[in-house]
């Protein structure tokens, strides 16, 4: 179908990924209508799209898929960062704000013909006895025990129904591994960033990564293609965690693998490091999945693992040598709504 003509409603507008999409999208001039949805102010500025403040649960959701007749949604808002939400907003978030958004996409009336969901490959959990990749239709070795894991594998399943039970949307899942580069900030990427990175004592695995605008043009490219299914998405090859410390210029801190979270506690009450747990079965296991089934659709990534950790590093060395932080947009409503409709504004760039 490509993008011809395409009404477009991305949520989580006012977020990291959220924003970088609609961002993305607004460079396709063939797109008719980009609406952002959010609860709180977008974090970067927009040119065309147009933002709607929403609760976490996107209640609005059902007026405004109607009102708009929106043809395809972005859900970017999954939340897979345990240490930015409490347990009790994961669930709101991921459990209930999905209900919400599928009972909208597929009630009467609604235009939604394009469906396609962020998701992360944390799904899968990290074992000692899980494969060297997985695959899409691999099942994880034990029960989750983490919240967000819990939460990711209750949404996938609402979606999963939802496609089988609407055979004419167009539903695509994409799971991403571990992201690295364009300011994206995680536990991982705050953990290298310190001259001293914690490590499990005992333990160097094998993980990806996938670069930051390899996600943003892998989701474009689900939308592009009417994707359906579920998809891993994750740069070739796998690096050791000891390769990546020592890429990132920091020096291990080894932490005893059975006692990290009484010794890390300190840490991360400081606000020095993070290890919620789905990191620390991560940095003892390591995971690996298996993108065969995206490349068969035609998407090709611009970085490998190594590539993305690279830049990432890259990126880290610059800014400690020029001494700069990460620079934040401020939404201001009566501004933003000035230079879009003002006939006083004549170059609306």
């Given at each position: 179908?490509?993008?011809?003509?395409?009404?477009?409603?991305?949520?989580?507008?006012?977020?990291?990924?959220?924003?970088?999409?609609?961002?993305?999208?607004?460079?396709?001039?063939?797109?008719?209508?980009?609406?952002?949805?959010?609860?709180?102010?977008?974090?970067?500025?927009?040119?065309?799209?147009?933002?709607?403040?929403?609760?976490?649960?996107?209640?609005?959701?059902?007026?405004?898929?109607?009102?708009?007749?929106?043809?395809?949604?972005?859900?970017?808002?999954?939340?897979?960062?345990?240490?930015?939400?409490?347990?009790?907003?994961?669930?709101?978030?991921?459990?209930?704000?999905?209900?919400?958004?599928?009972?909208?996409?597929?009630?009467?009336?609604?235009?939604v013909s394009s469906l396609?969901?962020?998701?992360?490959?944390?799904?899968?959990?990290?074992?000692?006895?899980?494969?060297?990749?997985?695959?899409?239709?691999?099942?994880?070795?034990?029960?989750?025990?983490?919240?967000?894991?819990?939460?990711?594998?209750?949404?996938?399943?609402?979606?999963?129904?939802?496609?089988?039970?609407?055979?004419?949307?167009?539903?695509?899942?994409?799971?991403?591994?571990?992201?690295?580069?364009?300011?994206?900030?995680?536990?991982?990427?705050?953990?290298?960033?310190?001259?001293?990175?914690?490590?499990?004592?005992?333990?160097?695995?094998?993980?990806?990564?996938?670069?930051?605008?390899?996600?943003?043009?892998?989701?474009?490219?689900?939308?592009?293609?009417?994707?359906?299914?579920?998809?891993?998405?994750?740069?070739?090859?796998?690096?050791?965690?000891?390769?990546?410390?020592?890429?990132?210029?920091?020096?291990?801190?080894?932490?005893?693998?059975?006692?990290?979270?009484?010794?890390?506690?300190?840490?991360?009450?400081a606000g020095i490091y993070?290890?919620?747990?789905?990191?620390?079965?991560?940095?003892?296991?390591?995971?690996?999945?298996?993108?065969?089934?995206?490349?068969?659709?035609?998407?090709?990534?611009?970085?490998?693992?190594?590539?993305?950790?690279?830049s990432f590093t890259e990126?880290?060395?610059?800014?400690?040598?020029?001494?700069?932080?990460?620079?934040?947009?401020?939404?201001?409503?009566?501004?933003?709504?000035?230079?879009?409709?003002?006939?006083?504004?004549?170059?609306?760039?």
């Open positions: 179908m490509g993008l011809m003509g395409r009404r477009v409603l991305v949520t989580g507008a006012d977020t990291f990924w959220g924003g970088r999409v609609i961002q993305a999208l607004e460079e396709e001039p063939t797109i008719d209508v980009i609406l952002g949805l959010g609860e709180h102010d977008p974090s970067v500025p927009f040119e065309r799209a147009e933002f709607v403040r929403a609760d976490q649960t996107y209640s609005i959701l059902h007026r405004l898929v109607r009102a708009t007749a929106v043809d395809t949604i972005i859900h970017t808002f999954l939340v897979s960062d345990s240490t930015t939400v409490s347990s009790r907003a994961l669930h709101e978030i991921n459990v209930i704000g999905t209900m919400n958004l599928l009972a909208a996409a597929g009630a009467e009336g609604s235009k396609v969901v962020k998701s992360s490959t944390k799904i899968y959990g990290a074992n000692e006895r899980d494969p060297y990749f997985f695959t899409e239709e691999n099942r994880r070795s034990t029960s989750a025990h983490t919240m967000v894991e819990r939460s990711l594998i209750e949404a996938e399943s609402l979606i999963d129904d939802f496609a089988q039970d609407h055979p004419e949307i167009a539903v695509a899942t994409l799971r991403f591994a571990n992201v690295l580069g364009g300011g994206l900030r995680t536990p991982i990427t705050r953990n290298l960033s310190r001259p001293l990175c914690p490590t499990l004592l005992g333990f160097d695995p094998q993980l990806q990564f996938v670069e930051a605008t390899d996600v943003v043009r892998s989701l474009e490219h689900a939308v592009k293609r009417d994707l359906r299914g579920t998809y891993n998405v994750a740069g070739r090859g796998r690096i050791p965690w000891s390769e990546v410390v020592k890429l990132a210029g920091a020096r291990p801190l080894p932490i005893p693998a059975v006692h990290h979270k009484l010794l890390m506690r300190p840490f991360q009450a993070e290890m919620p747990d789905e990191l620390a079965d991560l940095l003892r296991f390591g995971r690996g999945v298996d993108t065969s089934k995206i490349e068969a659709t035609g998407f090709r990534y611009r970085a490998t693992s190594a590539g993305a950790v690279q990126q880290l060395r610059l800014d400690r040598s020029a001494g700069r932080s990460p620079t934040t947009y401020r939404y201001e409503h009566d501004v933003e709504q000035f230079f879009r409709h003002s006939p006083a504004v004549v170059d609306r760039r």
